[in-house]
């Protein structure tokens, strides 16, 4: 059991639902939106200013959770690879009607190919099913953090947050 972010360095799904950066069950109905998973108050506010739409806001005290405005967020994932802690995710909940999509940042190597099948894991990095690879954005400005947008079964996108390291299932 996950007994949260204090204990085990990963937030619990009760955390994640509870936090202001998660955004709504409709709204990930709708279309592509962040889910910014920042559960702790720490001094950092990246996110914030990295939006263009002004849908994040963490206010005057820096150690505030950033409180999403979901319907200011296009899910566009400028913000993504912004953020020190790697929690913001994009998801296209209904990308197929069996599929999700979903996109992280992620800072290992080797990198997979687009049209790869990968092993794709939780927050833990644990093995939960196999995903295609759509996408990866590797822009030099995001100092060698890369984005990786993986196709999934629907059932997981609340669960899916990365890929295997080392390819393991
Ligand atoms: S995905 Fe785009 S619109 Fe949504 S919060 Fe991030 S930067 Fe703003
Ligand atoms: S940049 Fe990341 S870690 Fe920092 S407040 Fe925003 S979501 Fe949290």
Known sequence: MNRGVKFTGVPSM???????G???EERFEKGPVVAIECVQKIPCNPCEAAC??????VGSSITNLPKLDEEKCIGCGICIPKCPGLAIFKIHKNYSEKTSLVEFPFEYLPLPE???QV???DR???YIADGKVLG????KKNDGTTLISV???KEYFMEIRTICRGGER
């Open 114 to 116: 687009k049209g790869d």
């Open 136 to 139: 990866i954005k590797n822009d």
């Open 151 to 153: 196709e999934i079964p």
């Open 124 to 126: 833990f990095g644990k």
């Open 119 to 121: 092993p794709c894991g």
């Open 52 to 57: 263009p739409f002004g849908a994040i806001e």
């Open 14 to 20: 009760e955390e994640i639902k509870a936090c202001p």
């Open 22 to 24: 998660t955004p709504s």
